[in-house]
């Protein structure tokens, strides 16, 4: 089965600093790699996902990065504030044939500080 | 528009115990998903539902089961409950058949003393 591995898992910066985020996968024909974030106490929120045909995808300050070639895909945040402070989880899932079913990572703790 | 709800919020079983979990989709989302977060351990599958029926199921014991109900809403059963059962339960519902998007609901502390 799929297996995804995700580094770092905890991440402190600076408010303003850069933060990423990279995950590994091992099946290759997963297609689908979703960003969730999860704030203490509350349920995982998708924030970003792409899928295999697409390298890259931007979303205001939230990024993502395909290389399919080398089965990883990175979440980039430019311009941290306080409010990104949450455990971020990668997946990775084949969406064929009505079986999707996602891989998670074990999750990144991101600290931003003032 | 509603999102997906859970109940009970906390449930505090003893060993042995059965434990039932429910889940109410999005209203006009057909699949349920349903996880298991362990402190450490990220997200765990569990069981899909879908259109009423048993999909797919990852890597846990039979003990685990579910069902969806006409409505789409589902119910998670745990029996003869273990102490490493202890876990967040965290339920998706997404759009159609294997939809890519998952929207979760807040969770069921599940407490196994």
């Known amino acids: 089965g799929e297996n995804v591995e995700q580094h770092p898992s905890t991440l402190s910066v600076q408010e303003g600093d850069s933060a990423v985020i990279k995950c590994t996968y091992s099946?290759?024909?997963?297609?689908?790699f979703p960003w969730y974030k999860q704030e203490l106490g509350k349920r995982p929120q998708l924030i970003i996902d792409?899928?295999?045909?697409?390298g890259e995808k931007k979303d205001q300050r939230i990024a993502v990065t395909l290389n399919k070639t080398a089965k990883h895909f990175s979440l980039h945040i430019t311009e941290t504030q306080p409010e990104d402070s949450a455990v971020y989880f990668c997946?990775?899932?084949?969406?064929?044939?009505?079986?999707?079913?996602?891989?998670f990572g074990r999750g990144t703790s991101l600290i931003v500080h003032p | 528009e509603a999102g997906v709800t859970q109940s009970p919020t906390h449930l505090i079983k003893t060993r042995g115990q059965q434990a039932t979990l429910r889940c109410s989709p999005i209203?006009?989302?057909?699949?349920v998903y349903w996880y298991q977060q362990a402190l450490g351990l990220g997200l765990q599958f569990l069981l899909w539902?879908?259109?009423?029926?048993?999909?797919n199921r990852g890597n846990f014991p039979p003990r685990f089961s579910g069902r969806q109900f006409p409505n789409y809403s589902s119910e998670l059963n745990v029996n003869a409950l273990e102490l490493e059962d202890s876990a967040l339960y965290l339920c998706?519902?997404?759009?159609?058949?294997?939809?890519?998007?998952?929207?979760f609901g807040p969770g069921t502390r599940l407490t196994v003393t």
């Open positions: 997946a990775a899932s084949i969406g064929t044939g009505g079986s999707y079913i996602p891989t």
């Open positions: 209203s006009g989302h057909t699949s």
């Open positions: 792409i899928r295999s045909n697409v």
């Open positions: 998706a519902s997404s759009l159609f058949s294997g939809g890519y998007e998952q929207y």
């Open positions: 539902y879908d259109e009423g029926e048993e999909r």
């Open positions: 099946d290759s024909a997963s297609n689908y």
